[in-house]
T-cell receptor, first 109, second 115 residues
Framework: GENVEQHPSTLSVQEGDSAVIKCTYS??????FPWYKQELGKRPQLIID?????GEKKDQRIAVTLNKTAKHFSLHITETQPEDSAVYFC????????FGAGTTVTVRA | DTGVSQDPRHKITKRGQNVTFRCDPI?????LYWYRQTLGQGPEFLTY????????KSRLLSDRFSAERPKGSFSTLEIQRTEQGDSAMYLC?????????????FGSGTRLTVV
């Protein structure tokens, strides 16, 4: 089955700086790569996603890049704000989602 | 229909009891998924349905777990003879296989505590 690895497990950044989270996947058939933000006690919320026929996608301060050859994809958050503090999960999918272990992001004011 | 609904939100049960959770997906979604999430971990896939057919079950899903989706609408997840290791957040998600981004949407989850 699909195996998704996510790094780092924790990330502390100064407000206004950028945050980068990286994931690798094992199944070359995976074709959909969403990123979720989860706050304590709440459901995972989709923040951005990318399909395998696209290399990069941007939505305001958030961008995702995908390298299918290397089987890795990354989340970039620019101009971080305290409300960006949360746990972020990457996932890879053919139909069901296989999640990474998560990155706890702390934005220091 | 504003999203995926799960009921109950919280369940505390004694070890050995049976529990049942319900998930109501987004009405036009034909796929429904169950995941389990423990503290500090990402959600783990348990099983999924396309319409009323259960198409895949994870090896995590022991014989004590059973899921149904009669008529292809809501789904139930039953855990028999609960164990303390079953304590977790049980998340339901739905999607449509023909949507451009599949439309994955998670419910708020049912937090199970086995005492």
């Amino acid at each position: 089955g699909e195996n998704v690895e996510q790094h780092p497990s924790t990330l502390s950044v100064q407000e206004g700086d950028s945050a980068v989270i990286k994931c690798t996947y094992s199944d070359s058939a995976s074709n959909y790569f969403p990123w979720y933000k989860q706050e304590l006690g709440k459901r995972p919320q989709l923040i951005i996603d990318i399909r395998s026929n696209v290399g990069e996608k941007k939505d305001q301060r958030i961008a995702v890049t995908l390298n299918k050859t290397a089987k890795h994809f990354s989340l970039h958050i620019t101009e971080t704000q305290p409300e960006d503090s949360a746990v972020y999960f990457c996932a890879a999918s053919i139909h069901k989602l296989s999640f990474g272990a998560g990155t706890t992001v702390t934005v220091r004011a | 229909d504003t999203g995926v609904s799960q009921d109950p939100r919280h369940k505390i049960t004694k070890r050995g009891q049976n529990v049942t959770f319900r998930c109501d997906p987004i009405s036009e979604h034909n796929r429904l998924y169950w995941y389990r999430q423990t503290l500090g971990q990402g959600p783990e896939f348990l099983t999924y349905f396309q319409n009323e057919a259960q198409l895949e079950k994870s090896r995590l899903l022991s014989d004590r777990f059973s899921a149904e989706r009669p008529k292809g609408s809501f789904s139930t997840l039953e855990i028999q003879r609960t164990e303390q290791g079953d304590s977790a957040m049980y998340l339901c998600a739905s999607s449509h296989d023909r949507a451009s981004n599949y439309g994955y949407t998670f419910g708020s989850g049912t937090r199970l505590t086995v005492v």
